[in-house]
């Protein structure tokens, strides 16, 4: 599977089957986080085997079922946004290796999460990972001319770019970003959102359109 087919083919899986992963994708992915971590500054790390985080209290609570693994976001209050890019490519880099994922935020216990925390940090966002029960449903996108915008024609690049970002999983699938570009310089801005902060969600959207796109084709706008 290539980095293009899993951007196109994840999708957020909640319901997971007793499989567990072997040594191989373990050290690949543990190879693929580390990597992350340095580059990013982060402190994400593989919690496997820990239950208790998507243990339902009550028959029904929420909706994962048999989750069992995750990886903890920890990190910095500044550094959300690097939490979304980072995390997603570890998610892409997931599906490739045949898991599912799911970020979450909201629906799973913060006091039953196994990970470190330095004093400066916070678990900013977990992302629920094993073999999936289905592969998932694609989300309902805003069209992509209402999520971005452009002075003059928009090259190829850039329309492959806006078809990664639309595809990226935002929180209760938002899309609260816009894309804009002018000659090869491309800002991503978060849209003000009635539920929250959207740092997380922006990074993750810069991730897809940076691999849609291709890193040679543009540059970010400064911030
Ligand atoms: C930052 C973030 C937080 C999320 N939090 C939750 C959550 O708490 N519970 C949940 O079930 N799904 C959560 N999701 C998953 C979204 O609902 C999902 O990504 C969105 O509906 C788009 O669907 P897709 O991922 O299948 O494309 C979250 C997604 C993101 C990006």
Redesign the pocket.
Known sequence: MTITEAIET?????QFTEQAMDEKTIAELQKTIDECNKEGHLHLQLCLNEPEAFQASKPHY???VNCRNYIAVVAGPDQRESC?YYGQKIVLASQMLGLNT???????KKGRAVYQCDPDEKLQ?VIALGYGITQ????KSKEIDKLCTAKGEAPAWFQAGMKAAS???????QQKFMISLDGNTVSAKPLISLVGNTD??LG?VKCNFEIGAGKENFHWAER
Do not use: E, K
């Open positions: 994840r999708h957020s899986v909640r929420g909706s994962f979304g799911c970020w979450v935020v909201l629906t799973y966002a998932g449903t694609a989300h595809l990226a999983p935002t929180a209760m699938n997380i969600d993750i």
